[in-house]
C-alpha cells in the first residue's frame, strides 16, 4: 500500500505526464478514447490505475492463497503466494519502470529518470568508452544541465566510484547497437530481479523468504529509487551477492573458491559507490573467520588470503584513475561531497545538517561546516559496539550481522553528515531487513525442505 501511495504522489511532480502518457502507443492501443476520458485523475495516469488495480488484484490473491492454506498444504501455498509477491513486484516496480523508460523516450533525455543515476552515469560511460576521464571531464553540455534542481553543482563532479560505469559500458554499447537508445534503468531492473531471487536463499524458512522479498521488493523508498533511477539497487546487488556467495553449510567451508569469489564480489561493491563501504569492516570479520574468544581475538589461519581479491578489484578499479587525474578523482569522490570542493554539494537532507541551516551557523547550503566531528564522535562508538556484538555472538548469526551492522553504522554516519539524502533511507531499510531475516540455521534438520 506505502509501494503505491509514494508512486502516485511522486507522480504529481511529474506536470506533464498525463499529457505525455496518452503519446505512448501502447495506451492508444489499450484504451479507447471514452475510456480515457472516463479515467481521468488528477493523482495518476490511466496506464498508472490500471497496474495498480492489478496489483491490488494480486494482493487479494496472496490472502486467499494464505486462507487456503491448509487445502494446498504449506508447499503449494509458498509457492502460490511468492507468485503472487512476484507478480506485485512486477506492477509496482519493473512495470512502472517501463512506464517512465517509455516516456523519457518520447519527451527527451532529460526527463522522467535520475540526475546522477541515469543520465550523469550514461555520459560517463559516453565518456570511458571514447576513452576519456569521467572524473576530468565536466557535464555541463550533457543533458544533465537540463536537469531541473537548483545549486545543481553535480554537472562539474561524477560523485560514484569507476564500476558503476566500466561494468555498465558493455550493456550500453550493445543495447544501444540493437535498438538504438539506451536507458541506464534496464540494467538496474536486471540486477534488482537478480537481488529478489538471491534473497530467496538467504534464509531457509519460507515466511522469510516471503518477507524478505517484500522488504525489498516493495521497500516503499528504494521502489521509488529503481523506478526514476538511483543506483543503490546497483550497490545493494554486489552487497547481497557478496554474502550470497559464502558457504551456507559446513561442507561448503572447505571450498575456498567461495571465499574468494565473495571478496571479489565485496571490491566490487566498494568499487561502486561509497555507501558499500560501511559495510565492510563487518564483513571482513566474517570473511577473516574473526572471533572473540575469552580476553583475546582469534581468526582462522590463512584466512588473509581471501582479502587478495577485494583489495585487487579495488586496486585494478581505482588507481588508474587516481594516476590519470588524481586531484579530478579526489574532489569528484570526497571533496564535492563534504563540503570542500570549490563547486561542493548542498546540506539538505532529513538529517544533522537542518540543524545546522536552522541555528544559521552558516551563510549559505553551499558552504562548508566540519560535519567531521559529530561523524566521528557518534559513528566510531556505534561501530565498535556493533563489532564487538558480531565477534562474541553465535557464528550462525554473523552474515545476518554484517548487514545490521552496516546499516546502523551508515545511518549514524549519514545522519551527522552534509545530507542524509531520501534514498539512503531506502538504502537502510533494504539492509536492516536483510539483517532481520537472512539467516543460515546451524542445524541442518532445521533447514525446510521447501524445493
Known amino acids: 500500500m506505502a509501494r503505491v501511495r509514494i508512486d502516485t504522489l511522486a507522480d504529481l511532480v511529474l506536470p506533464t505526464r498525463q499529457q505525455d502518457v496518452l503519446r505512448l502507443p501502447l495506451v492508444g492501443r489499450l484504451f479507447s478514447p471514452a475510456a480515457l476520458d472516463l479515467m481521468k485523475d488528477w493523482l495518476t495516469d490511466p496506464l498508472e490505475l490500471i497496474l495498480i488495480s492489478l496489483a491490488f488484484a494480486g494482493f487479494l490473491g496472496y490472502a486467499l492463497a494464505d486462507l487456503a492454506r491448509r487445502r494446498l498444504g504449506e508447499r503449494v501455498t509458498y509457492r502460490v503466494k511468492l507468485g503472487f509477491l512476484f507478480f506485485i513486484i512486477a506492477l509496482t516496480v519493473f512495470a512502472a519502470s517501463a512506464k517512465l523508460i517509455a516516456l523519457r523516450q518520447i519527451s527527451g533525455p532529460a526527463s522522467y529518470c535520475h540526475d546522477g543515476g541515469v543520465i550523469q552515469t550514461e555520459e560517463a560511460v559516453k565518456l570511458f568508452l571514447a576513452g576519456r576521464n569521467p572524473y576530468t571531464e565536466d557535464y555541463a553540455n550533457t543533458p544533465l544541465a537540463e536537469w531541473g534542481l537548483d545549486l545543481h553543482s553535480a554537472v562539474y563532479h561524477y560523485p560514484y566510484l569507476p564500476w558503476t560505469f566500466v561494468f555498465s559500458a558493455p550493456f550500453a554499447a550493445l543495447w544501444g547497437r540493437l535498438a538504438g537508445w539506451y536507458d541506464q534503468r534496464l540494467l538496474y531492473l536486471l540486477l534488482f530481479a537478480l537481488t529478489l531471487l538471491m534473497a530467496l536463499r538467504l534464509t531457509e524458512r519460507p515466511a522469510a523468504r516471503l518477507l524478505l522479498v517484500m522488504a525489498l521488493g516493495l521497500n516503499p523508498i528504494m521502489g521509488s529509487d529503481v523506478i526514476f533511477g538511483q543506483n543503490d539497487a546497483f550497490v545493494l546487488f554486489w552487497l547481497v551477492l557478496m554474502v550470497w556467495l559464502l558457504p551456507r553449510r559446513e561442507a561448503e567451508r572447505r571450498q575456498a573458491w567461495r ?29 577473516l573467520g574473526v572471533r572473540w574468544e575469552g580476553r583475546r581475538l582469534t581468526w582462522e589461519r590463512g584466512a588473509w588470503l581471501r582479502l587478495l581479491p577485494l583489495a585487487g578489484i579495488m586496486l585494478l578499479l581505482i588507481a588508474p584513475y587516481l594516476v590519470w587525474d588524481g586531484p579530478s578523482f579526489l574532489d569528484d569522490v570526497w571533496r564535492w561531497s563534504s563540503g570542500t570542493s570549490a563547486t561542493s554539494y548542498q546540506m539538505r537532507g532529513w538529517g544533522f545538517a537542518n540543524f545546522v541551516l536552522a541555528l544559521g551557523l552558516v551563510p549559505s547550503r553551499l558552504s562548508y561546516f566540519p560535519f567531521w566531528i559529530p561523524e566521528l564522535l557518534f559513528s566510531l562508538p556505534v561501530l565498535i559496539v556493533l563489532l564487538a556484538r ?12 554484517v548487514y545490521w551492522g552496516g546499516a546502523l553504522l551508515f545511518f549514524v554516519y549519514a545522519f551527522f553528515s552534509r545530507f542524509l539524502n531520501e534514498n539512503y533511507v531506502g538504502f537502510v531499510g533494504a539492509l536492516l531487513a536483510l539483517g532481520l531475516l537472512a539467516d543460515w540455521p546451524a542445524d541442518e534438520a532445521l533447514a525446510s525442505d521447501i524445493w
Request: hydrophobic share 55%.
Open 259 to 287: 571465499y574468494l569469489l565473495s571478496a571479489t564480489a565485496a571490491g566490487l561493491a566498494c568499487a561502486s559507490k561509497p555507501t558499500a563501504w560501511f559495510v565492510m569492516p563487518f564483513y571482513l570479520a566474517l570473511l
Open 390 to 401: 558480531q565477534l562474541r555472538g553465535a557464528p550462525e548469526t554473523a552474515r545476518a550481522q
